[in-house]
């Protein structure tokens, strides 16, 4: 068995894993996209040769998210998960993080409590297929975000994720810039952001739920395709149910290290990814 680093040779094989332990279709365009982002925080275990597990951490300073912690069905209850995440852990901390977060699958949740990871709240899961309804108006404007926007949006989202992901959000905009949108007051100022991905949405974040609204239908406006979401907060739950997704799934929220403060304002409405934050 050998433990390595993930490269962007490794998508393909990354991604056939990944679709075989979680089902769905494979995402090359996802793992590439994590790669990109933190380049030496993924691991993988080989075995003669073939990837039987991956995963890894991105850091925000004194903050990592781990995520994307994949087993080949065949070889799960052999600690090559453990092994896998031990890895991304002792990679963070040695770079100064103190603080570790993550989203827990039930069948992920007892390893995560084995290494020290406590709960630290819940997220949940909604899917459907949004259902039309009229533009929500006021004095907020909507309009594409554009790369000159994400100075400001990182210095509005740090607050409420709890660490500057700036860098996060900056990939996450490029790669989505047809379904990425801000919401700016009269006044010039942001209020909130929200973004589309191919079959998901977030990140979301607003100063309150009457400009998450406005985001939301701008974001979901001739979605006609299924779209899920990982929420943080009952305003996101509440707002996409009125727009016809439904609850699938809760999901545990874990913690390795001191607890990070959130501000109550603005709203962490929906993950980028589980993955990353």
Do not use: N
Not at 100 to 117: E, V
Request: one cysteine or more; glycine letters at 10%.
């Amino acid at each position: 068995m050998h433990l390595r680093r993930l490269t962007l040779e490794d998508v393909v094989a990354g991604a056939r894993l990944t679709a075989a332990a979680f089902g769905g279709e494979r995402r090359e365009s996802r793992l590439r996209r994590y790669l990109q982002l933190e380049p030496e925080g993924w691991f993988g275990l080989e075995d003669a040769g073939v990837l039987v597990a991956l995963g890894g951490a991105v850091q925000f300073g004194a903050l990592a998210w781990l995520g994307l912690m994949v087993v080949d069905p065949a070889r799960q209850r052999q600690g090559l998960g453990r092994t896998v995440a031990t890895a991304a852990i002792e990679w963070v901390q040695r770079r100064g993080c103190s603080t570790i977060q993550l989203i827990a699958t039930p069948a992920g949740a007892p390893l995560y409590r084995q290494l020290g990871f406590v709960p630290d709240g819940e997220s949940h899961e909604l899917s459907g297929v949004p259902r039309p309804l009229p533009a929500v108006t006021g004095p907020s404007t909507v309009h594409r975000w554009r790369p000159e926007d994400t100075e400001e949006i990182g210095r509005l989202d740090a607050p409420a994720f709890g660490a500057d992901r700036s860098r996060l959000l900056a990939t996450y905009a490029r790669e989505f810039a047809d379904s990425a949108w801000v919401a700016r007051d009269d006044l010039g100022q942001i209020r909130g952001f929200i973004l589309a991905q191919e079959d998901s949405l977030g990140p979301w974040c607003a100063m309150d739920d009457r400009v998450a609204g406005q985001l939301l239908d701008v974001a979901l406006h001739g979605v006609t395709r299924p779209i899920k979401a990982g929420v943080i907060d009952d305003v996101a739950t509440a707002l996409l149910v009125l727009r016809g997704l439904a609850p699938v799934r809760p999901l545990t929220r874990m913690r390795l290290g001191p607890e990070i403060p959130h501000a109550a304002v603005p709203l962490l409405l929906a993950h980028a990814s589980y993955a990353v934050g």
